[in-house]
């Protein structure tokens, strides 16, 4: 190997994954330059500004604090020297559009909703979750402290053997500690779908815990069952939204803020307008050039921009570990169709996370996953951060971002956009009560074509490739390029996976590949 700890790095991409990569090896004494293409790091956790309106772009949902605890303590810091966290309570709200069995005013600890739909709350505590579950089904609360019990053992020996660990080959695997966890085998290649029906057979408990596979991109029958692990992350460790020790916005982007300060007091360097257009192995160390005709010669680099993207586009063919049919075969993450949306008032029929689930679940999976269409009876997301935040909006105004998955394969023209807004801003008056038509003063919209166009995202996908069995652990493309040496990837598309805590545990292990074959 020609890395060593004086090496210069180049990493290509600004998102979770290169930030935490950046740190780790700053923190080592590496020289290291992040390169983004946009105006600003922080990736897919982009933030939006307009009008007094602050939108977290991306991810808004702050789950696991424990690694991002262990993320700042690696550095003799804390996540309060940055931003205090607060436990949202409820965690979120459902809205079923299938007003069967129950009505909002039962379930629902907030005011009288005019909603049509069956309202729940999902509450921090956990007792009052309990029999939120029992009052659904006769023997279900037990059933959830037994779901969440498996759910605790899953989640705590995949995070220390597989999460925290980095195991990239299948002779990794050959480890007795693994052996030990009894039922893990059998649990990783049984659906989600399979595991929640030995516990609950109401289809709305079933769904409940389904939902957390939103962050992972898959569907109850094409992501295993190992992940109900994330159940317990939701239940029991808790949602929290982050607000900065020293006043102004709060949210996700409080988080990228809080790396980027830890980033530039460890050194690293910050080009943004910035993109690459090109990676080529040299004799010694790397030809990085970018769009501007700029050339760099690092002696590592590491791709933090979408895998398949930096890959296909940026390398030559002969430096590609895989061919475009590989990419072509990978199933991926659903795209997203995005209203930012700044609106007169206040929407107190919402919590700050609310989730409207459609009336035919599996119908829903498939436009996405099967058969792919704008889906006529969508599920989606409101975030409401101004209900717990009023530096996010200005006085007396909510925002309120809605997030629909859907298919990355569909076209979305202008006309078949704006119809579709129509159609959710309908929906969501019917199913959640909140009438926004008149009242809208900032409306953006983000979709299939903006992923592709600001993030290289391949085939518009919002979060790269989904955890389907053969795209879990080991079987996701490696951190450390087999083809090319001192070549190096992070982010979403790699392991462990997708979503803010795991990509920064990815930047972590892709820091920790460099500085060993430094040594
Ligand atoms: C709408 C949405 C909601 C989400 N919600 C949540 C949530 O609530 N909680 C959660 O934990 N996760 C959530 N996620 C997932 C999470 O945001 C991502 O998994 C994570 O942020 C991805 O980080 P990454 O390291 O893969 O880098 P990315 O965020 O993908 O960043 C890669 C960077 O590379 C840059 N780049 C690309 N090409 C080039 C080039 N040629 N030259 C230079 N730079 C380039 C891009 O501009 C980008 O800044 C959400 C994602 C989306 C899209």
């Given at each position: 190997m020609t890395t060593s700890t004086d090496a210069e790095v180049t990493i290509v991409g600004g998102g979770f994954g290169g930030l935490s990569a950046a740190c780790h090896l700053a923190d080592a004494g590496v020289d290291v330059t992040i390169v983004?293409?946009?105006?600003?790091?922080?990736?897919?956790?982009?933030?939006?500004?307009?009008?007094?309106?602050?939108?977290?772009?991306?991810?808004?949902?702050?789950?696991?604090?424990?690694?991002?605890?262990?993320?700042?303590?690696?550095?003799?810091?804390?996540?309060?020297?940055?931003?205090?966290?607060?436990?949202?309570?409820?965690?979120?709200?459902i809205f079923f559009k299938d007003s069967e069995a129950g009505s909002a005013s039962e379930r629902s600890s907030g005011q009288a909703l005019q909603a049509e739909s069956d309202v729940v709350d999902i509450s921090a505590n956990r007792n009052e979750n309990r029999e939120l579950f029992e009052s659904y089904e006769d023997g279900a609360g037990e059933a959830f402290d037994a779901y969440l019990t498996t759910s605790q053992r899953h989640y705590e020996m995949s995070m220390e053997n597989f999460?925290?660990?980095?195991?990239?080959?299948?002779?990794?695997?050959?480890?007795?500690?693994?052996?030990?966890?009894?039922?893990?085998?059998?649990?990783?290649?049984?659906?989600?779908?399979?595991?929640?029906?030995?516990?609950?057979?109401?289809?709305?408990l079933q769904q409940i815990v389904q939902y957390t596979l939103v962050f992972l991109g898959g569907s109850p029958s094409n992501t295993p069952a190992i992940y109900n692990m994330m159940s317990h992350a939701d239940f029991n460790l808790g949602v929290y939204y982050p607000q900065p020790v020293d006043g102004g916005p709060g949210g996700i982007g409080a988080v990228v803020d809080a790396i980027v300060d830890l980033a530039e007091e460890l050194g690293v360097t910050i080009e943004t307008d910035t993109e690459v257009t090109e990676i080529t192995r040299r004799k010694d160390g790397f030809l990085v050039e970018t769009a501007d005709g700029d050339q760099r010669r690092p002696d590592v680099v590491v791709a933090n921009a979408d895998y398949a993207h930096a890959e296909q586009d940026l390398m030559p063919a002969h430096e590609r570990q895989y061919d475009a049919g590989y990419w072509d075969d990978r199933t991926y993450a659903p795209s997203a169709f995005l209203l930012y949306l700044g609106v007169e008032g206040e929407v107190p029929e919402l919590e700050h996370h609310s989730l409207?689930?459609?009336?035919?679940?599996?119908?829903?999976?498939?436009?996405?996953?099967?058969?792919?269409?704008?889906?006529?009876?969508?599920?989606?997301?409101?975030?409401?951060?101004?209900?717990?935040?009023?530096?996010?909006?200005?006085?007396?105004?909510?925002?309120?971002?809605?997030?629909?998955?859907?298919?990355?394969?569909?076209?979305?023209?202008?006309?078949?956009?704006?119809?579709?807004?129509?159609?959710?801003?309908?929906?969501?008056?019917?199913?959640?009560?909140?009438?926004?038509?008149?009242?809208?003063?900032?409306?953006?919209?983000?979709?299939?074509?903006?992923?592709?166009?600001?993030?290289?995202?391949?085939?518009?996908?919002?979060?790269?490739?989904?955890?389907?069995?053969?795209?879990?652990?080991?079987?996701?493309?490696?951190?450390?390029?087999?083809?090319?040496?001192?070549?190096?990837?992070?982010?979403?598309?790699?392991?462990?996976?997708?979503?803010?805590?795991?990509?920064?545990?990815?930047?972590?292990?892709?820091?920790?590949?460099?500085?060993?074959?430094?040594?």
């Open positions: 983004e293409k946009n105006e600003a790091v922080g990736g897919r956790a982009s933030r939006l500004e307009r009008d007094g309106f602050v939108f977290d772009m991306g991810p808004s949902w702050y789950l696991m604090p424990e690694v991002f605890e262990r993320f700042f303590e690696h550095f003799g810091h804390e996540p309060e020297d940055y931003y205090e966290l607060e436990r949202l309570d409820p965690h979120y709200r999460v925290y660990e980095y195991r990239p080959s299948w002779k990794d695997w050959i480890d007795p500690s693994l052996m030990k966890t009894g039922t893990l085998g059998l649990k990783l290649f049984q659906s989600m779908q399979g595991h929640v029906e030995d516990y609950f057979e109401n289809e709305k409207v689930f459609p009336t035919d679940w599996g119908e829903y999976f498939d436009d996405i996953f099967e058969d792919p269409a704008w889906p006529e009876d969508p599920s989606y997301y409101l975030c409401v951060p101004s209900e717990t935040d009023d530096a996010v909006a200005p006085e007396g105004h909510t925002n309120l971002f809605a997030l629909v998955p859907i298919a990355t394969e569909l076209d979305d023209p202008q006309e078949t956009r704006d119809r579709y807004r129509d159609k959710i801003i309908a929906d969501i008056a019917e199913n959640t009560g909140v009438e926004l038509e008149d009242r809208i003063v900032v409306e953006e919209q983000f979709s299939i074509s903006e992923f592709a166009d600001r993030y290289n995202a391949t085939k518009g996908t919002a979060m790269g490739l989904a955890h389907t069995l053969r795209q879990t652990a080991m079987l996701r493309p490696p951190i450390e390029s087999s083809a090319v040496e001192d070549l190096y990837f992070t982010g979403g598309y790699s392991t462990p996976g997708v979503g803010v805590p795991m990509c920064l545990i990815s930047g972590e292990h892709a820091a920790e590949a460099v500085l060993e074959n430094s040594r």
